[in-house]
Structure formats: C-alpha cells, structure tokens
C-alpha cells in the first residue's frame, strides 16, 4: 500500500485514542490491517528499489525516490490541512510506516533482528497478492483508507 494511505489512516487512528501511547499502537496496528487488503504498490518490490540503490547509478533509483517523497509530502499536507495541525498527528502518521522503514531497513542491511518482523509482514502483505483482485479493486481499498482517514481527521 502506498504511503499515503498508511499515514493518513494511521494519522486518523491514532488520533481517536485520547491517550498518545494507545494512539502509537493503533497507528502502528493500522499499517497491518491495511496491508491485509488488496491492494498496488509504486515500487515493484523493496528488494528491487534497494538494489537500484545499491547500484550506484542515480537513473535507476531517482524515480523510485520521488515518487515517495510526493507520496510521503502530500500526506503531509493532507493531514495538515484536515488535523488543526497538532504535532500528536504527524507521530502517528510515523508510526503508521514504522513496518515499511523495517522493510527497507532490513533489505539494506539484512539481520536477524529485523528477519521475524519482515516474515510476518511479509506474509500479510502478499496474502492479498497471490489473488486475482482486479485493479479496480486494489486502488479502490486505498482510495477508501485514505477519504476514512480524512473523515476522520476533519471529524475531530
């Protein structure tokens, strides 16, 4: 899923609990259960964005590198213009990507630390995967998380 959906939903989640550190875990929790939907994703894969990355050639991972930014960057702005721009939110939405930077963290710098996380994400990441969801549907999932996040937010 996209990092726009993860923050935004993440960002919501965690700002319906009134005490910040449940707000952490929902936000955390979020990225879970919407990776458990079907859903499409901008990079091919981790593995492949980091061995662009590894190959030293700027061409290759640079597309890669912006669309995340204009992904990470307008959730920003989204969850600014709909929370009343409380710090609170923006460590949710931080919280709600903690499993994608584990991904990456651990595609760079292979450990055991980090391989049980990445077994168990993985498996409900490509449990949806292995299906045949029409794109329709795969796009739908994250357009849904994301207007229920704003909703949400603009709620509060």
């Known amino acids: 899923m996209i990092l726009l959906a993860h923050m935004i939903f993440g960002a919501a989640a965690g700002f319906l609990f009134k005490n910040p550190y449940l707000g952490i875990v929902a936000a955390l929790a979020s990225h879970y259960f919407l990776d458990i ?9 981790a593995e492949s964005s980091v061995q662009k990355i590894k190959s ?3 061409k290759k991972w640079l597309p890669d590198f912006i669309k995340v930014s204009i992904d990470f960057f307008l959730a920003i702005l989204i969850i600014f213009l709909c929370s009343g721009n ?16 584990i991904t990456v963290i651990h ?24 299906k045949k969801f ?23």
Do not use: C
Not at 37 to 45: G, K, Q, R, T
């Open 86 to 101: 409380q710090f609170i939110v923006y460590v949710y939405a931080m919280a709600a990507i903690i499993p994608d930077g």
């Open 107 to 130: 595609t760079l710098f292979p450990s055991m630390i980090f391989k049980q996380h990445q077994q168990f994400h993985g498996s409900i990441q490509y449990s949806t995967r292995n």
């Open 56 to 58: 030293d050639s700027f």
């Open 134 to 156: 029409s794109l329709f549907w795969r796009i739908s999932t994250q357009v849904l998380a994301i207007l229920v996040g704003i909703i949400l937010l603009i709620s509060r």
């Open 37 to 45: 939907l079907p859903h499409v994703e901008y990079l091919e894969s």
